[in-house]
């Protein structure tokens, strides 16, 4: 997790060669961000001079995390395909470490009923011994696994995706009752160590913080992750904070997490304006607008921009408000 200020070193990174390629002439000539390609073959190092280059490194970083696959995390199903998850080898291999060869062995000596009464009561001795389940620590572990499954406890989850440099994931266990922002940024402000320098590249961030169950095996569906694979703004804690209790607490169910990026200059990105060009967009971004408040009232009074300038960046902002909308609606 790492905010970017005015003369502050941010490193943004790649995980393949290709991408480095992509990236590197724009990331060197990005005004007043002073980028370098640093050598290790995938970190690019920003030094924002001003205001306007910060938010510069800001939309660079979101263009290349939003339409880059390379930076992507991906979730890989923890269920082999075609195995039923109600069938006794489904039960087992949802349970880490137990592999598909013990829960196929496990399968041939007991029914799904029997296996589910056994889990249930806490029968640890005789899970032990059934094939392929192999002694009681296994064993134990499958009962703790639905034990955990039950106890509906929640918990934010960071961790960097190389923990063999970083140390263990910082997790936080949350309390629904209590105030869920106040927890969210503890919980923030110690995920930062993961973003410490390492022998791999220096001060890349942690990846997503995701909010899983008592396992913590796997991020839980319908909720949203915060802190992404490069910069945040402060404002997405409260942002994720509230979405957390509309999720957990209200129960409402999200078809997106887009709601949760803080977007400033997206629109120059996606939209060509005649008449504005580098400096004006800079004067833009240096503002602190946000992209649903590019209005022709709010643009005007930024200094150097004229009115001509600010009507087109409004009318632009305001058509692609306009095309979400309808994207949304069908």
Known sequence: MKEVAPGVPVHFSFYSPS????????AEHLPGANGRYIGN???????????AAVERVREYVWHWEEFNEFTAIRKINH??????PEGVEG???????VDRRAAA?????????ELRLLIDEGEVKDLARLPGIGGEKRARAVVEFYE?????????????????????PVQTELDLDDDLEEQVWEHASRARRLGDPDPLGGSEPPGHTTVRDANLLHPIPMTPSLMGRGVFYPEQVEIFAETLKRVLVDGERLAGVGDLRIQRGKIFHTTK???????????VLASGLLDDEYTFENLVGIPGLREAQARTIAEASKQARAARTEVRVS
């Open 41 to 51: 073959g995938v970190s690019i190092e920003f030094v924002p001079e001003d205001a």
């Open 105 to 113: 062995k496990a399968a041939e000596a007991v029914d799904p009923d």
């Open 79 to 84: 269920l082999r395909r075609g195995v039923c």
């Open 91 to 97: 039960m087992l291999e949802r349970v880490r470490g």
């Open 148 to 168: 955990n499954e039950r106890s509906g406890r929640l918990f934010l989850h960071a961790a960097n995706r190389n923990d063999r440099f970083r140390g263990a």
């Open 273 to 283: 304006m005649s008449g504005v060009g580098m400096k004006t967009r800079a004067r």
């Open 19 to 26: 991408v480095k390629v992509q990236v590197m002439y724009p």
